[in-house]
């Protein structure tokens, strides 16, 4: 075992950290206010080559393993979670899928525009009354009696989905009950019959556009469809296992931002005429989110060499997606402690990590679910 970073994984790592440092956090403050980020950042990180990691560069992707993938992942969770989601999604649950599953056609026509950021992806799965029971799906696909399919429902909580111009979209296809019923599709967002609406208001991710999508009689070809016909929960489930390794990432880098944070502040605020960081209970603080930070990196570092190798991963991933985003909500709630009152306002960056930490125990697999998994993978024994 040797975890020491290669020269070219510690030259993408410093990349990141200084796109971070340029393009992201002079205004993280602005656009979590805004409730938007600037949509110019998606076409920055495609020129930097940061959307299009373990993609085959023949598609326009900038190649790399796993491990990179997690190290830049990491750095923008550092910097902002709304902009990691950005990647997360287009890149690693919407064009590692079309990689995947895709056939030449599919590859040509959307990899290209979505590794240089030209196009952005969104992940149209979760649902209205589904959301941890992703099996249960309502919208269907009707067969048009032409090849193609009619489709009709509602999608709730879409990363990027008022950015996307493609939406890769799960849907009841047949009466097969449960998840042998769902195919996938590859929808361009400009399609007749699909509107989007913007969801306001939520705790934290303020930057990150996400959406309620509404099909209403959408025709596509049968082209459209991604792998096999009834096969979409498979393509769903094999997106999701290196997907929360992505959140697992993104969870490391929200916690080290706590850390970083806690640090500089404790050694510079003073109180009872001395630095905060000469309090025994403080440096315990401190102390607990350093481990926390370093006991996930290391969880999700396995998984990305698990892919890597070719050995099985899902199980390793939902450890490290359900460690990581707890972590990354202790981490950050200890950061908010160290800083006190001046946490709880958002001139300072704590009181956003926090916000930004607590969904990540609930999307992509709530952290009941991933017990649930892992669970099951241990006594082979289904709770589900």
Same mark, same amino acid.
């Given at each position: 075992?040797?975890?020491?970073?290669?020269?070219?994984?510690t030259a993408?790592?410093?990349?990141?950290r200084?796109?971070?440092?340029r393009?992201i956090?002079? $205004?993280?403050?602005?656009?979590?206010?805004?409730?938007? =980020?600037?949509?110019?950042?998606?076409?920055?990180?495609?020129? *930097?080559?940061?959307?299009?990691?373990?993609i085959?560069?023949?598609?326009?992707?900038?190649g790399?393993?796993?491990?990179?993938?997690?190290?830049v992942?990491?750095?923008?969770?550092?910097? @902002?979670?709304?902009?990691?989601?950005?990647?997360?999604?287009?890149?690693?649950?919407?064009a590692?899928?079309?990689?995947? &599953?895709? %056939?030449?056609?599919?590859?040509s026509?959307?990899?290209?525009? +979505?590794?240089?950021?030209a196009?952005?992806g969104c992940?149209g799965?979760t649902?209205?009354?589904?959301?941890? @029971? !992703?099996?249960?799906?309502?919208?269907r696909?009707?067969? %048009?009696?032409?090849?193609?399919?009619?489709?009709?429902?509602?999608?709730?909580?879409?990363?990027?989905?008022?950015?996307? @111009?493609?939406?890769?979209?799960?849907?009841r296809?047949?009466?097969?009950?449960? $998840?042998?019923?769902?195919? !996938?599709? +590859?929808?361009?967002?400009?399609?007749?019959? +699909?509107?989007? #609406?913007t *969801?306001?208001?939520?705790?934290?991710?303020?930057?990150?556009?996400?959406a309620?999508?509404?099909?209403? %009689?959408?025709?596509?070809?049968?082209?459209?469809?991604?792998?096999?016909?009834?096969?979409?929960?498979?393509?769903?489930?094999?997106?999701?296992?290196?997907?929360?390794?992505?959140?697992?990432?993104?969870?490391?880098g929200?916690?080290?931002?706590?850390?970083?944070?806690a =640090?500089?502040y404790?050694?510079? #605020?003073?109180?009872?005429?001395?630095?905060?960081?000469?309090h025994?209970?403080?440096?315990? /603080?401190?102390? %607990?989110?350093?481990?926390?930070?370093?006991?996930?990196? /290391?969880?999700? &570092?396995?998984?990305?060499?698990?892919?890597? #190798?070719?050995?099985?991963?899902?199980?390793?991933?939902?450890?490290?997606?359900?460690f990581?985003?707890?972590?990354? *909500?202790r981490?950050?709630?200890?950061?908010?402690? =160290?800083?006190?009152?001046?946490?709880?306002? @958002?001139?300072?960056?704590?009181?956003?990590?926090?916000?930004d930490?607590?969904?990540?125990?609930?999307?992509?697999?709530?952290?009941?679910?991933?017990?649930?998994?892992?669970? #099951?993978?241990l006594?082979?024994?289904? !709770?589900?």
């Open positions: 075992m040797n975890l020491e970073l290669t020269e070219e994984q993408v790592r410093q990349l990141a200084d796109f971070v440092a393009e956090a002079p $205004h993280v403050v602005e656009w979590d206010r805004a409730e938007s =980020v600037d949509r110019s950042i998606v076409r920055k990180l495609g020129e *930097v080559g940061f959307l299009g990691l373990t085959d560069e023949e598609y326009g992707g900038s790399g393993d796993h491990l990179t993938y997690c190290l992942t990491e750095e923008l969770g550092r910097g @902002d979670s709304s902009v990691r989601g950005i990647v997360s999604v287009s890149l690693g649950l919407v590692k899928t079309i990689a995947a &599953w895709g %056939d030449e056609e599919q590859r026509q959307w990899l290209p525009g +979505l590794t240089s950021g196009s952005i992940f799965l649902e209205p009354g589904t959301g941890s @029971d !992703a099996g249960n799906l309502t919208t696909a009707v067969p %048009d009696g032409g090849g193609g399919y009619v489709l009709n429902g509602t999608k709730m909580f879409i990363t990027n989905g008022t950015w996307a @111009d493609v939406v890769l979209l799960f849907a296809t047949n009466n097969t009950p449960g $998840h042998q019923g769902i195919s !996938a599709f +590859l929808i361009p967002t400009d399609t007749p019959g +699909l509107s989007r #609406r *969801v306001h208001g939520k705790l934290g991710l303020r930057g990150q556009a996400t309620e999508l509404v099909l209403e %009689d959408i025709r596509v070809p049968a082209s459209a469809m991604l792998g096999p016909e009834g096969k979409g929960f498979s393509v769903a489930m094999s997106a999701l296992a290196k997907g929360r390794m992505s959140v697992a990432a993104g969870c490391v929200i916690a080290q931002a706590a850390l970083d944070a =640090v500089t404790a050694t510079e #605020r003073e109180q009872f005429g001395k630095p905060i960081a000469r025994q209970l403080v440096q315990e /603080l401190i102390s %607990d989110i350093a481990v926390d930070v370093d006991a996930a990196r /290391l969880l999700t &570092w396995r998984v990305a060499d698990l892919i890597d #190798r070719g050995q099985p991963f899902a199980t390793q991933s939902s450890q490290a997606k359900l990581a985003s707890e972590a990354a *909500v981490a950050a709630n200890n950061a908010l402690q =160290v800083f006190g009152g001046y946490g709880y306002i @958002d001139e300072y960056p704590v009181g956003k990590l926090l916000r930490a607590r969904v990540m125990t609930l999307y992509e697999g709530t952290s009941q679910i991933q017990k649930l998994v892992i669970g #099951r993978a006594t082979g024994v289904s !709770a589900f």
